[in-house]
């Protein structure tokens, strides 16, 4: 049974590759290091998401590739014009992230990917609004390049899994955990003065 099917509350994935050394692209955006001899778990992926979100740099660089959109699924770029000869299968939106997220939770549908790039990823991290990561790491480190995380917030993680291939690519999964309250002796009144 589907989450279409049971109505479950749809979850927001990050499914991303990265270097080793945490880059998601050079520093022209390129990602001609990826591995493109397997899928790696795209498909299964693929199949559980109905919904993608675009950041408008990756979006122009997925169309410099000739792939303006992910075929069979609702394309959401966030940007703040429109282009002259949007493609027809893309919905550019002017919403703030919480605003759209919270709208297409109260449809019916399978998950969302969020595809990046990495300002979109920091916004909706700091919002809160991401509920799994699975992070594709390659075995190459890039030295420098577009990092896949860029703000210093902290973000609490429980890994559901891993799994690795042969060309030694891994995969690890996480469910994003609710941040804990501060923990931490309290200092009394008379401790915090200074002796």
Do not use: C
């Amino acid at each position: 049974m589907t989450r279409a099917m049971t109505g479950a509350t749809r979850k927001v994935i990050l499914f991303i590759a990265t270097s080793l050394d945490g880059f998601i692209a050079r520093r022209d955006g390129s990602v001609d290091w990826l591995f493109r001899d397997g899928d790696y778990g795209m498909a299964e992926f693929f199949r559980s998401i109905d919904t993608v979100l675009i950041g408008r740099k990756t979006h122009d660089v997925m169309s410099s590739f000739g792939q303006p959109s992910y075929r069979g699924r609702k394309n959401y770029v966030f940007s703040r014009s429109r282009p002259a000869s949007p493609a027809p299968d893309v919905e550019y939106t002017t919403a703030a992230p919480r605003e759209l997220i919270e709208t297409l939770r109260l449809t019916r549908g399978k998950d969302i990917w969020l595809v990046g790039g990495s300002e979109l990823i920091d916004t909706f991290l700091v919002e809160k609004l991401v509920d799994r990561i699975t992070v594709s790491v390659h075995p190459v480190i890039l030295g420098e390049g577009i990092p896949l995380f860029r703000g210093s917030h902290e973000v609490p993680l429980e890994l559901r899994g891993s799994r690795s291939w042969p060309s030694g690519l891994a995969q690890l999964d996480y469910d994003v955990r609710p941040a804990a309250a501060p923990t931490g002796v309290r200092l009394q009144k008379d401790d915090a003065r200074a002796d």
